[in-house]
């Protein structure tokens, strides 16, 4: 039997054990009274079993219990000092290890996560700071060029002020999508859900966005075989404003003449999948674990150049899982990208 094994009563008694039998070989040794051999054993069993135990309990358990407290780090209830007192010197030292082991592991757990939550704390501030840093900057350069002299050319000033509005509305959007972000995350942005057909308002939205997308001429349609009406039960007007953010993205990085495809599906009764591809320029597999991060770029110059806050797929997230669903990407290099997200379907 593994020692590590025993409690202390057991530790005990196994070593009381060991120490009295010598004592009985060395009576047989010098006497050949058998008896008083045996009554040598028995006392020295007795007075070392109870010298060990309370050694054992005393010294080393009260330790233990200590350990067990600072663990736990509160103020031990009755019914707590109780376990302390009777139920845990029962346990044997190889259970009370593991316990141990255990608080270990869920401190490291703990201390993994906070380390991850203060990178992504640092990433996010320093990103907004470039962010919000871009737009103002473009500002100042525009009024200081205006103050020094610029401001009596009517044609140059009137060109410096529509630039430096076009920068606040980059600035005003980027805190409208941060302070939506937050709302979203606190559960103060209320969620009204209402029956409506999802295919429905894929064209509205579709439509909105070839309205807008005079450049690249991309060809919108939903795949064929869904374009029977699937009913979902969601907010409305913040699906559309997913459905919007992912049709954008898909029109930003796609080449001209490029195809957006829709795709609606019903899993389950319970819920409904729909689906955004497009054939552009895809993401590389490592970028996918991040892409829903606020402020995360794939290629930081160009997505930047292209324009948006970089908060569109944080938001759409953020949405979905608002409505206790789900959202996911997946993605090939030049071959396109597919971002499919699950709503309730509608309740019959």
Same mark, same amino acid.
């Given at each position: 039997?593994?020692?590590?094994?025993?409690?202390?009563?057991?530790?005990?008694?196994?070593?009381?054990?060991?120490?009295?039998?010598?004592?009985?070989?060395?009576?047989?040794?010098?006497?050949?009274?058998?008896?008083?051999?045996?009554?040598?054993?028995?006392?020295?069993?007795?007075?070392?079993?109870?010298?060990?135990?309370?050694?054992?309990?005393?010294?080393?358990?009260?330790?233990?219990?200590?350990?067990?407290?600072?663990?736990?780090?509160?103020?031990?209830?009755?019914?707590?000092?109780?376990?302390?007192?009777?139920?845990?010197?029962? @346990?044997?030292?190889? =259970?009370?290890?593991?316990? &141990?082991? *255990?608080?270990? #592991? !869920?401190?490291?757990?703990? +201390?993994?996560? /906070?380390?991850?939550?203060?990178?992504?704390?640092?990433?996010?501030?320093?990103?907004?700071?470039?962010?919000?840093?871009?737009?103002?900057?473009?500002?100042?350069?525009?009024?200081?060029?205006?103050?020094?002299?610029?401001?009596?050319?009517?044609?140059?000033?009137?060109?410096?002020?529509?630039?430096?509005?076009?920068?606040?509305?980059?600035?005003?959007?980027?805190?409208?999508?941060?302070?939506?972000?937050?709302?979203?995350?606190?559960?103060?942005?209320?969620?009204?859900?209402?029956?409506?057909?999802?295919?429905?308002?894929?064209?509205?939205?579709?439509?909105?966005?070839?309205?807008?997308?005079?450049?690249?001429?991309?060809?919108?349609?939903? @795949?064929?075989?869904? =374009?029977?009406?699937?009913? &979902?039960? *969601?907010?409305? #007007? !913040?699906?559309?404003?997913? +459905?919007?953010? /992912?049709?954008?993205?898909?029109?930003?990085?796609?080449?001209?003449?490029?195809?957006?495809?829709?795709?609606?599906?019903?899993?389950?009764?319970?819920?409904?999948?729909?689906?955004?591809?497009?054939?552009?320029?895809?993401?590389?597999?490592?970028?996918?674990?991040?892409?829903?991060?606020?402020?995360?770029?794939?290629?930081?110059?160009?997505?930047?150049?292209?324009?948006?806050?970089?908060?569109?797929?944080?938001?759409?997230?953020?949405?979905?899982?608002?409505?206790?669903?789900?959202?996911?990407?997946?993605?090939?290099?030049?071959?396109?990208?597919?971002?499919?997200?699950?709503?309730?379907?509608?309740?019959?």
């Amino acid at each position: 039997m593994a020692a590590k094994n025993f409690s202390p009563t057991q530790l005990a008694l196994y070593t009381a054990l060991l120490a009295s039998i010598p004592v009985g070989i060395c009576f047989l040794l010098s006497s050949t009274k058998w008896w008083l051999a045996l009554v040598a054993v028995l006392c020295v069993f007795i007075c070392n079993f109870f010298i060990f135990r309370e050694v054992l309990r005393r010294f080393i358990y009260r330790k233990i219990k200590l350990i067990y407290k600072f663990i736990y780090q509160t103020k031990a209830s009755k019914r707590e000092e109780m376990y302390y007192k009777y139920v845990l010197p029962q @346990k044997s030292i190889q =259970e009370v290890e593991e316990d &141990v082991q *255990a608080w270990a #592991e !869920k401190q490291n757990e703990e +201390l993994e996560s /906070l380390r991850s939550t203060e990178k992504y704390r640092r990433e996010f501030l320093q990103n907004f700071s470039h962010e919000i840093k871009t737009p103002i900057f473009a500002v100042q350069g525009y009024l200081d060029t205006l103050l020094s002299g610029s401001l009596e050319d009517e044609q140059l000033n009137r060109k410096f002020i529509t630039k430096a509005s076009s920068n606040i509305d980059r600035m005003v959007h980027l805190v409208n999508d941060i302070d939506e972000i937050a709302r979203l995350e606190s559960g103060k942005q209320s969620i009204n859900k209402q029956d409506f057909i999802i295919q429905d308002l894929i064209k509205e939205v579709f439509e909105n966005i070839q309205a807008t997308d005079a450049n690249k001429s991309i060809n919108f349609s939903i @795949k064929k075989g869904c =374009e029977a009406p699937v009913h &979902v039960f *969601a907010d409305k #007007e !913040k699906i559309r404003q997913v +459905l919007t953010n /992912l049709l954008i993205n898909a029109v930003k990085y796609c080449p001209p003449s490029a195809q957006v495809v829709a795709s609606i599906y019903k899993p389950d009764g319970a819920r409904a999948l729909i689906e955004i591809s497009d054939n552009g320029m895809g993401i590389a597999e490592e970028h996918l674990p991040r892409i829903f991060e606020r402020f995360y770029r794939t290629d930081a110059g160009r997505s930047r150049n292209s324009g948006g806050t970089g908060l569109g797929l944080a938001i759409c997230k953020h949405i979905i899982e608002a409505h206790q669903q789900t959202i996911h990407i997946r993605s090939k290099l030049n071959v396109g990208t597919t971002v499919g997200f699950t709503l309730q379907a509608r309740k019959d």
